[in-house]
Protein backbone atom coordinates (compact mmCIF):
# COMPACT_ATOMS: atom_id res chain seq x y z
CA UNK A 1 0.00 0.00 0.00
CA UNK A 2 1.50 3.31 -0.72
CA UNK A 3 1.66 5.56 1.55
CA UNK A 4 -0.16 8.67 1.67
CA UNK A 5 2.07 11.93 1.49
CA UNK A 6 0.65 14.28 4.26
CA UNK A 7 0.77 17.97 4.30
CA UNK A 8 2.39 18.27 7.55
CA UNK A 9 5.19 15.85 6.13
CA UNK A 10 5.43 17.82 3.05
CA UNK A 11 5.86 21.32 5.44
CA UNK A 12 8.47 19.70 7.35
CA UNK A 13 10.57 18.61 4.32
CA UNK A 14 9.96 22.17 2.76
CA UNK A 15 11.02 23.74 5.83
CA UNK A 16 14.27 21.84 6.13
CA UNK A 17 14.98 22.09 2.40
CA UNK A 18 14.97 25.83 2.92
CA UNK A 19 17.07 25.14 5.94
CA UNK A 20 19.95 23.85 3.80
CA UNK A 21 19.27 26.43 1.11
CA UNK A 22 19.82 29.04 3.93
CA UNK A 23 22.89 27.96 5.41
CA UNK A 24 24.97 26.67 2.18
CA UNK A 25 23.17 28.43 -0.29
CA UNK A 26 24.17 28.20 -4.17
CA UNK A 27 28.02 28.41 -5.49
CA UNK A 28 26.94 31.33 -7.45
CA UNK A 29 29.92 34.05 -7.96
CA UNK A 30 28.85 37.19 -9.56
CA UNK A 31 31.11 40.09 -10.53
CA UNK A 32 30.67 43.26 -8.65
CA UNK A 33 31.49 46.41 -11.00
CA UNK A 34 33.56 48.40 -8.44
CA UNK A 35 32.56 52.06 -8.12
CA UNK A 36 35.47 54.59 -7.52
CA UNK A 37 34.57 57.09 -5.31
CA UNK A 38 36.06 60.81 -5.01
CA UNK A 39 39.28 61.45 -4.03
CA UNK A 40 38.22 63.35 -0.97
CA UNK A 41 36.03 60.28 0.24
CA UNK A 42 38.70 57.88 0.60
CA UNK A 43 39.72 57.27 4.17
CA UNK A 44 43.16 58.58 3.24
CA UNK A 45 44.17 61.32 1.06
CA UNK A 46 46.63 63.18 0.66
CA UNK A 47 49.21 65.00 -2.14
CA UNK A 48 53.13 65.42 -1.75
CA UNK A 49 55.38 66.34 -4.43
CA UNK A 50 53.07 66.40 -7.19
CA UNK A 51 52.06 62.52 -6.44
CA UNK A 52 48.67 62.12 -4.98
CA UNK A 53 47.72 58.90 -3.24
CA UNK A 54 44.26 58.00 -1.72
CA UNK A 55 43.55 54.63 0.44
CA UNK A 56 40.43 53.11 1.42
CA UNK A 57 39.87 50.35 3.94
CA UNK A 58 36.49 47.84 3.30
CA UNK A 59 36.35 47.06 6.67
CA UNK A 60 32.65 45.75 6.18
CA UNK A 61 30.89 43.51 3.91
CA UNK A 62 28.13 45.55 2.36
CA UNK A 63 26.23 44.21 -0.67
CA UNK A 64 24.77 47.72 -1.34
CA UNK A 65 28.30 49.33 -0.90
CA UNK A 66 29.46 49.40 -4.45
CA UNK A 67 33.27 50.53 -3.25
CA UNK A 68 33.30 47.22 -2.06
CA UNK A 69 35.06 44.52 -4.27
CA UNK A 70 34.23 40.98 -3.71
CA UNK A 71 30.88 39.19 -4.02
CA UNK A 72 31.58 36.94 -1.08
CA UNK A 73 32.09 38.29 2.79
CA UNK A 74 35.79 38.36 2.86
CA UNK A 75 36.07 39.90 6.24
CA UNK A 76 34.50 37.00 7.72
CA UNK A 77 37.63 35.17 6.05
CA UNK A 78 40.16 37.26 7.44
CA UNK A 79 40.26 39.50 4.32
CA UNK A 80 40.48 43.48 4.62
CA UNK A 81 40.58 44.97 1.66
CA UNK A 82 42.47 48.23 0.65
CA UNK A 83 42.17 49.78 -2.25
CA UNK A 84 45.13 52.46 -3.42
CA UNK A 85 44.77 55.25 -5.75
CA UNK A 86 47.73 56.30 -6.90
CA UNK A 87 48.08 59.59 -9.38
CA UNK A 88 51.48 61.18 -10.48
CA UNK A 89 51.18 65.24 -11.64
CA UNK A 90 54.81 65.25 -11.62
CA UNK A 91 57.54 65.41 -14.08
CA UNK A 92 59.43 62.00 -13.12
CA UNK A 93 58.58 58.51 -13.27
CA UNK A 94 57.32 57.03 -10.46
CA UNK A 95 57.37 53.01 -9.53
CA UNK A 96 54.60 51.73 -7.54
CA UNK A 97 55.16 48.03 -6.45
CA UNK A 98 52.41 46.25 -4.61
CA UNK A 99 54.70 45.14 -1.75
CA UNK A 100 55.55 48.77 -0.54
CA UNK A 101 52.45 49.10 1.44
CA UNK A 102 52.63 47.99 4.47
CA UNK A 103 49.43 47.95 7.36
CA UNK A 104 49.91 47.73 11.18
CA UNK A 105 48.34 48.54 14.55
CA UNK A 106 50.06 48.86 17.35
CA UNK A 107 50.42 45.33 18.21
CA UNK A 108 51.10 43.71 14.35
CA UNK A 109 52.26 44.07 10.83
CA UNK A 110 50.16 42.52 8.66
CA UNK A 111 50.68 40.28 5.69
CA UNK A 112 49.60 40.50 1.94
CA UNK A 113 47.57 37.86 0.88
CA UNK A 114 49.03 36.17 -2.17
CA UNK A 115 46.78 35.44 -4.66
CA UNK A 116 46.86 31.68 -4.51
CA UNK A 117 45.89 31.97 -0.73
CA UNK A 118 43.10 34.32 -2.29
CA UNK A 119 41.61 32.11 -4.29
CA UNK A 120 41.72 29.31 -1.80
CA UNK A 121 40.10 31.07 0.64
CA UNK A 122 37.09 32.68 -1.68
CA UNK A 123 36.71 29.27 -4.17
CA UNK A 124 33.82 26.72 -3.64
CA UNK A 125 34.78 22.74 -2.80
CA UNK A 126 32.63 21.72 -6.13
CA UNK A 127 33.20 17.81 -4.36
CA UNK A 128 32.17 19.09 -1.55
CA UNK A 129 28.67 21.32 -3.01
CA UNK A 130 28.29 17.82 -4.62
CA UNK A 131 27.56 15.56 -1.40
CA UNK A 132 26.10 18.73 0.19
CA UNK A 133 23.20 19.20 -2.12
CA UNK A 134 22.97 15.62 -3.22
CA UNK A 135 22.35 14.71 0.33
CA UNK A 136 19.88 18.21 0.65
CA UNK A 137 17.85 16.91 -1.22
CA UNK A 138 17.66 13.76 -0.96
CA UNK A 139 16.62 13.91 2.78
CA UNK A 140 13.71 16.00 2.42
CA UNK A 141 12.08 13.78 -0.41
CA UNK A 142 12.84 10.82 1.54
CA UNK A 143 11.07 12.12 4.30
CA UNK A 144 8.06 12.71 2.45
CA UNK A 145 7.71 9.41 2.20
CA UNK A 146 9.68 8.60 -1.34
CA UNK A 147 11.29 5.32 -1.32
CA UNK A 148 15.13 5.88 -0.56
CA UNK A 149 16.15 4.56 -3.96
CA UNK A 150 14.40 6.90 -6.09
CA UNK A 151 14.49 9.95 -3.43
CA UNK A 152 18.69 10.31 -4.21
CA UNK A 153 17.97 10.88 -7.99
CA UNK A 154 16.74 14.90 -7.37
CA UNK A 155 20.20 14.89 -4.84
CA UNK A 156 22.28 13.15 -7.39
CA UNK A 157 20.73 15.45 -10.64
CA UNK A 158 21.44 19.07 -8.16
CA UNK A 159 24.22 17.95 -7.16
CA UNK A 160 25.96 17.66 -10.47
CA UNK A 161 24.17 21.01 -11.32
CA UNK A 162 26.38 22.31 -8.38
CA UNK A 163 29.79 20.98 -9.46
CA UNK A 164 29.03 22.90 -12.63
CA UNK A 165 28.25 26.18 -10.50
CA UNK A 166 31.10 26.07 -8.28
CA UNK A 167 33.91 25.36 -11.38
CA UNK A 168 32.09 28.36 -13.37
CA UNK A 169 32.27 30.88 -10.20
CA UNK A 170 35.91 29.44 -9.32
CA UNK A 171 36.58 30.70 -13.06
CA UNK A 172 34.91 33.81 -11.83
CA UNK A 173 36.78 34.39 -8.90
CA UNK A 174 40.33 33.67 -9.99
CA UNK A 175 39.38 36.45 -12.89
CA UNK A 176 38.03 39.15 -10.37
CA UNK A 177 40.71 38.28 -7.62
CA UNK A 178 43.52 39.02 -10.83
CA UNK A 179 41.81 42.21 -12.82
CA UNK A 180 41.09 43.92 -8.82
CA UNK A 181 44.28 43.36 -7.80
CA UNK A 182 46.93 46.49 -7.62
CA UNK A 183 49.90 45.72 -9.79
CA UNK A 184 53.16 46.71 -9.64
CA UNK A 185 53.27 50.12 -12.27
CA UNK A 186 55.31 52.88 -13.86
CA UNK A 187 53.60 56.04 -13.80
CA UNK A 188 54.53 59.09 -16.23
CA UNK A 189 53.00 62.35 -15.92
CA UNK A 190 49.61 62.37 -16.07
CA UNK A 191 49.11 58.48 -15.34
CA UNK A 192 47.33 57.07 -12.57
CA UNK A 193 46.97 53.36 -11.30
CA UNK A 194 44.30 51.85 -8.56
CA UNK A 195 43.57 48.67 -7.48
CA UNK A 196 42.98 46.13 -4.28
CA UNK A 197 45.49 44.57 -1.99
CA UNK A 198 44.46 42.42 0.29
CA UNK A 199 46.00 41.90 3.68
CA UNK A 200 44.91 39.25 6.11
CA UNK A 201 43.74 40.72 9.08
CA UNK A 202 40.95 38.87 11.66
CA UNK A 203 37.86 40.49 11.42
CA UNK A 204 37.65 41.13 15.31
CA UNK A 205 41.01 43.17 14.51
CA UNK A 206 39.61 45.18 11.20
CA UNK A 207 37.59 48.24 13.23
CA UNK A 208 41.18 48.91 14.74
CA UNK A 209 42.67 51.87 14.05
CA UNK A 210 45.82 51.39 11.77
CA UNK A 211 49.19 52.55 10.29
CA UNK A 212 49.80 52.35 6.49
CA UNK A 213 52.57 53.31 4.92
CA UNK A 214 53.27 53.27 1.17
CA UNK A 215 56.95 53.85 -0.47
CA UNK A 216 57.33 54.81 -3.99
CA UNK A 217 60.47 55.37 -6.27
CA UNK A 218 61.38 57.50 -8.52
CA UNK A 219 63.15 56.18 -11.54
CA UNK A 220 66.67 57.73 -9.89
CA UNK A 221 65.76 55.09 -7.11
CA UNK A 222 65.10 58.02 -4.76
CA UNK A 223 62.12 57.12 -2.48
CA UNK A 224 59.05 59.21 -1.37
CA UNK A 225 57.36 58.21 1.81
CA UNK A 226 53.50 58.34 2.52
CA UNK A 227 52.26 57.70 5.80
CA UNK A 228 48.82 58.02 7.36
Not at 92 to 106: F, T
Not at 111 to 135: H, N, T, V
Not at 139 to 144: G, N, R, Y
Not at 167 to 179: G, L, M
Request: charged share 20%; glycine share 4%; proline share 4%.
Amino acid sequence: MNKIITLPNFLKAFMLLGLIITIWGCAIYNVRQVKVIPMNDWEFHTTKSNIEVALNLNREFNKEDESYPLNRNGNKKSILPVHVMVINDGPAEVLVKKNSLILEDNETQYKQIEFDDMYSKLSFSPLGRYFIWAFGISLPVAFIGVNPTFAVIPGILVGFVEVYNAKQSNERIREDIYSKSLRNSILHQGDSVNGFIFFDVPMDKQSNNFRVKLRLLYNDESEILFEF
